[in-house]
């Protein structure tokens, strides 16, 4: 083929050259015997590289010359540059420009114009700064055929690149191609064992590491480092929540991150305990993008491999994230599920020793935070331990116990406690004294004593356990009062002394709710569905009195007594009441929701609310006492609870009540009656404070035309009333109020009460 018949000669056609312008045999002989020795005598496939181009670029009078050779595992060419004391890898795929052109097809090339050459890559010029003008290029086969690279002149010094020089290029291709061969396999293994050294130093280092969080530190590193990745996470498996968890950063930095173990890449990973490779990250349905939308981290590529211990059981992933240079390889998974394998057990060890340690602190955070005393023998009767409380109880401090002979301090009239232990000894059963009497400092405590044999897992006596509560006066009344009451309120109690529950007068707000409906709950649900439903609900109930400072008197049944003002009053008790019982209905709604979704029936309540003058303190035997309050307003409360029903409301106060109120509440006066018993007529007013839009529409304007109807009713204005009742109706067609009244209206209308009639309604039952 004519060298000036085109910018580009391939191998194709058949070379033809005339005697004038063939090399001799014998140069050519003699340079292919140079290649053959200077190859041969190379130690590194660095220093073959570098003879063949310097002899390449010689033979065929080049500027440059260069030579390619393939990366079956990333499928790229690469080559080596010199730069000062650094040697550069420059690397392209193998379809790539000229080269990949030729070493897909196996057909040399000459390119006498580079950029005019439709398979030119101008990168590869960018990366190392040189002009390419003209290109000989020609696969690098093995006698065997299999092209290992190729090998390029670049920039002929003097006029065209000749079809000799091609051929020539090719020989000394070949020729090279052994020796390339051989020292790209020694490389190669090279650094197989270097990354196998690696790797077991890389085990033998995280497994040494105890503590859990530094050894998934640890590990997340040498993964990253190991894979040449960006980063990489360890995710271990928590499987009382089913939640995969890790931990992201160190010290007081430390954060830890949880997600289902079913979600996302690393949850495919473990629930299927197949391993993930996905290349391209947003080209997978599974990979979820709002986490970079997040963190402003871009994913591109992903490898996953589930952690397994050595009953094969998953307990955890590690997931690595973009791999340097493109994609996890076949060989990254191999080392991952290799690395993985081999760190699993100290994974293991180093998760059971942090879960020692947590219920080490966690048993040390309880037994100092217990009230009791906790004192700990070993088998000669020395203390061990002593916590806070034991500290307390013996008034020292830890350095003068801990290590001295328990007889220093249970001695004299305290001797009793070191018998009972040598009987917890003898017995190797425990013993209980109650309200016994221990003597500290000439001061006499009435206790409870509690001694237990201490045992290993192979019930060898490892010593005694002693456990002291304190039941002095002070404790148990601090102690009972808190069942009733406040915290808060009991230790003002106990500051104020024992004369505060011997029984006086005082003004108070008392508070009675019932559930409606509950003996048809209670055949619904059965003893142990009832038991379950009243715990949960007098649990929110009482949050919502004590949080206003309110104490809880009794449960009757389902049932709830509270009361505003004692033991010590508020300037604002009322108010405190109004505002519990609409967190009561407002809680309880909330709760509703929860039984509704569920299934169940919603609960219904009614709550009564009067403020009177009545009696408090403790009352009953002396076997039984319990602090109450008794007295009219007591029953006038009950009775308002007890009305909700007939009026169809949810809070019912009297007018005792809403006088006093200091705040502004939603609310209504709906009536003015006689309650069972009673001769004198009280004010009733509903709060409404704590409805919303949805369960009370048009609430300001639908009081305003009941406020109206009631006033046309007490003026025996019937049919005025009725309407004015209805137009209340029509705008929240659920209130029971305005229905009641209009059918009263109209039994009015029929029998007309009288000019004597005050409006005042008698209730004819309780």
Request: hydrophobic share 40%; with cysteine; aromatic share 6%.
């Amino acid at each position: 083929m004519p060298n000036d018949s085109g910018p580009t000669v391939t191998g194709k056609a058949k070379r033809a050259r005339s005697p004038d312008d063939a090399m001799s045999r014998l140069r050519v002989a003699e340079l292919l015997l140079d290649v053959s020795h200077k190859v041969a005598a190379d130690r590194t496939l660095d220093d073959v590289l570098k003879t063949f181009i310097g002899l390449a670029a010689g033979a065929t009078g080049a500027e440059r010359a260069s030579l390619f050779l393939n990366d079956s595992l990333t499928n790229e060419l690469y080559t080596r540059v010199a730069q000062g004391n650094l040697k550069r890898e420059i690397r392209i795929l193998n379809t790539r420009g000229v080269a990949g052109h030729v070493f897909t097809t196996g057909e040399s090339v000459i390119a006498q114009d580079a950029h005019g050459d439709e398979h030119f890559d101008a990168s590869i010029d960018e990366q190392t700064g040189f002009v390419t003008k003209s290109i000989l290029c020609v696969p690098v086969k093995t006698v065997a055929g299999e092209i290992i690279g190729v090998a390029q002149s670049l920039n002929k010094t003097k006029g065209k690149f000749t079809e000799i020089e091609l051929e020539l290029l090719e020989v000394m291709a070949t020729q090279a191609a052994g020796a390339l061969q051989s020292h790209q396999t020694i490389e190669r293994m090279e650094r197989s064992r270097a990354q196998e050294l690696q790797f077991l130093d890389v085990v033998s280092d995280v497994s040494s590491e105890i503590h859990l969080g530094a050894l998934l530190q640890k590990i997340m590193g040498e993964v990253s480092r190991m894979l040449d990745a960006e980063r990489s996470t360890l995710f271990l498996n928590d499987e009382k929540t089913d939640e995969l968890w890790s931990e992201v950063g160190g010290g007081l930095g430390t954060t830890q991150i949880r997600i289902p173990n079913h979600m996302g890449i690393a949850g495919t990973a473990f629930t299927t305990g197949m391993t993930v490779n996905i290349p391209h990250a947003y080209a997978d349905l599974r990979f979820n993008p709002a986490l970079d939308k997040q963190t402003g981290y871009f994913t591109r590529s992903i490898l996953c491999v589930p952690l397994v211990n050595k009953n094969g059981k998953s307990i955890g992933v590690t997931q690595v994230l973009n791999k340097r240079g493109g994609p996890f390889t076949d060989e990254d998974e191999s080392r991952l599920k290799a690395f993985t394998a081999q760190v699993s057990i100290a994974l293991e060890n180093a998760k059971l020793f942090d879960d020692v340690q947590n219920m080490k602190n966690y048993n040390e955070s309880m037994l100092e935070s217990m009230s009791n005393a906790v004192i700990t023998l070993d088998e000669g009767d020395k203390i061990v331990t002593c916590n806070h409380a034991g500290l307390r109880l013996l008034k020292v401090s830890a350095d003068d116990v801990v290590g001295q002979p328990a007889e220093a301090y249970f001695t004299g009239p305290n001797a009793w406690i070191l018998d009972t232990v040598k009987r917890v000894r003898e017995s190797r059963e425990g013993d209980l004294a109650m309200d016994a009497e221990m003597v500290v400092d000439d001061e006499t405590l009435s206790v409870n004593l509690n001694v237990l044999p201490l045992r290993s897992v192979n019930e060898e006596t490892l010593g005694s356990m002693i456990m002291i509560e304190d039941i002095s006066s002070e404790k148990r009344m601090k102690s009972t009062m808190a069942r009733y009451m406040d915290p808060s309120i009991a230790a003002k109690v106990l500051e104020g002394g024992e004369e505060l529950l011997g029984g006086q007068s005082s003004t108070v707000t008392v508070l009675f709710s019932d559930v409606r409906g509950f003996t048809t709950l209670t055949e619904e649900l059965g003893a142990q569905g009832t038991v379950t439903l009243l715990n949960e609900y007098f649990t929110i109930m009482v949050d919502c009195i004590q949080q206003e400072g309110g104490m809880l008197d009794k449960f009757i049944g389902d049932a709830i007594m509270a009361a505003f003002g004692i033991p010590f009053a508020h300037d604002d008790d009322d108010d405190r009441a109004v505002r519990t019982a609409c967190a009561m209905m407002s809680e309880l709604n909330t709760y509703n929701r929860g039984r509704v979704s569920d299934g169940k029936r919603p609960i219904d309540i009614g709550i009564g609310i009067n403020t009177d003058e009545v009696v408090s303190g403790n009352i009953g035997s002396p076997k039984r006492m319990d602090y109450t309050v008794i007295g009219d307003g007591v029953n006038l409360a009950a009775r308002l609870e007890t009305a909700c029903k007939q009026y169809g409301a949810k809070i019912l106060i009297s007018e005792n009540t809403f006088d006093r109120l200091r705040g502004t509440y939603r609310s209504r006066e709906i009536d003015r009656v006689v309650v069972k018993g009673k001769t004198q007529p009280v004010g009733v007013y509903e709060v409404l404070d704590f409805h919303t839009a949805e369960t009370f529409p048009n609430l300001a304007e639908a009081l305003g035309h009941f406020r109206e109807g009631l006033a046309q009713y007490r003026a025996q204005r019937w049919d005025a009333a009725i309407a004015t009742f209805e137009t209340a109706l029509g705008l929240n067609e659920n209130d029971q109020v305005p229905k009641m009244y209009i059918a009263r209206c109209e039994q009015m209308r029929e029998t007309p009460p009288g000019d004597g009639w005050d409006g005042v309604w008698t209730m004819t039952s309780k």
